[in-house]
């Protein structure tokens, strides 16, 4: 159980279009959701915390506006990487957490920007 | 949100027991310690979590002491295919706040 669903695994793109990446919880219902990043060699960065139904809480020095997330339901969370340059090359991690669970992760998105 | 420190490299042979280590000293009362795995290009996989004293599952052990101040993971007998980077992350399961990761302990397994 407790399965979180990323796509694509991969995806290349070409600088100044939008990407988005989709996470859903295959097997239960996720009351919050999160998005990380993470560059090689790296720990994993927080950069959101979305909660359905409402606006995402970003972290510090990660722009809102660059990195839309939408958490229409209690399954699936999407980040638009809008405007994508090269610098925003990265792994892209999602996670979901009910009350009273560990987070479960998706298997990441590797995003290229040409 | 507490802290948590782990040596940053280990190394081991194939059959041993490896045990991680995690200092999280200012852990707070509603605080869990959960341990997870990450290969690369993968999101990370849980392994164990636990509270207090010893929780074992059917990959892990975790020891924590009365003071919950730093925590064990023990993998029994690793593998090649336990090469992997070991993340230590303490916070309240029960809230919305999300774990934060530290720098995690990479685990290499050689013949």
């Known amino acids: 159980g407790a399965v979180v669903s990323q796509h694509p695994s991969w995806v290349i793109c070409k600088s100044g279009t939008s990407v988005k990446i989709e996470c859903r919880s295959l097997?239960?219902?996720?009351?919050?959701m999160f998005w990380y990043r993470q560059f090689p060699k790296q720990s994993l960065m927080l950069m959101a915390t979305s909660n359905e139904g409402s606006k995402a809480t970003y972290e510090q020095g990660v722009e809102k506006d660059k990195f839309l997330i939408n958490h229409a339901s209690l399954t699936l969370s999407t980040l638009t990487v809008t405007s994508a340059h090269p610098e925003d090359s990265s792994f892209y991690i999602c996670?979901?957490?009910?009350?009273?669970?560990?987070?479960?992760f998706g298997n990441g998105t590797r995003l290229t920007v040409t | 949100l507490a802290k948590t420190t782990q040596p940053i490299s280990m190394d081991s042979y194939e059959g041993q027991e490896v045990n991680i280590t995690c200092s999280h000293n200012?852990?707070?009362?509603?605080?869990?310690i959960t341990w997870y795995q990450q290969f690369p290009s993968q999101g990370p996989r849980f392994i164990i979590q636990g509270y207090k004293t010893k929780v074992t599952n059917e990959v892990a052990s975790l020891f924590i002491p009365a003071d919950r101040k730093s925590s064990t993971l023990s993998l029994p007998r690793v593998s090649l295919s336990d090469t992997a980077v070991y993340y230590c992350l303490v916070g309240d399961s029960n809230s919305g706040y999300a774990l934060n990761f530290g720098k995690g302990t990479s685990l290499l397994v050689t013949p």
């Open positions: 996670s979901a957490r009910t009350l009273s669970s560990p987070l479960h």
């Open positions: 097997d239960f219902q996720a009351t919050t």
């Open positions: 200012n852990i707070a009362t509603n605080d869990y």
